[in-house]
């Protein structure tokens, strides 16, 4: 039953990968699934987690990629560029060049100092404090 029930309503409510409006106007996503707050909708915490868990496979996916000494890091630096990539999208983090190469040299402290000298510290503030921390220390702030 699940699996052609699955099948029609796919057919009769769409698939949109968008959040998009309802016939009635109210914010939905994927299979007519209703995200409106008028309405009650949104999504539920362990929905959040599967979301944010794709979301961190795939940048750390994208960093191992992009960046062939990640693994070298300990995880809390690690973590640091990964978090880093969430927020500016791994291109955007590819643009901290001279991070970058702080961090592939191991030379920690040049490059939590150099983590604060951007528009993108000036923007998150404290994020960038802790961040700028934990790439000093190895240490998970």
């Known amino acids: 039953m699940i699996e052609q029930l699955t099948r029609q309503l796919r057919r009769d409510e769409g698939v949109r990968a968008h959040m998009y ?44 990629d992009r960046l062939p000494w990640f693994d070298s890091l300990d995880e809390a630096r690690q973590g640091v560029l990964a978090n880093m990539a969430f927020n500016l999208g791994v291109d955007g983090l590819l643009g901290f060049r001279k991070t970058l190469a702080l961090v592939e040299r191991g030379d920690y402290e040049a490059a939590s100092v150099e983590m604060l000298d951007s528009k993108w510290a000036r923007q998150v503030g404290q994020r960038a404090r802790r961040l700028s921390e934990q790439m000093r220390t190895g240490r998970w702030v």
């Not at 707050?37 to 599967?50: F, V």
């Not at 944010?52 to 960093?63: K, R």
């Open 21 to 64: 409006y309802d016939s009635e106007g109210y914010a939905t996503i994927g299979v007519g699934r209703l995200i409106d707050p008028r309405r009650g909708g949104g999504l539920r915490d362990h929905e959040i987690d599967y979301l944010l868990a794709n979301d961190i496979e795939e940048a750390v996916a994208a960093l191992r």
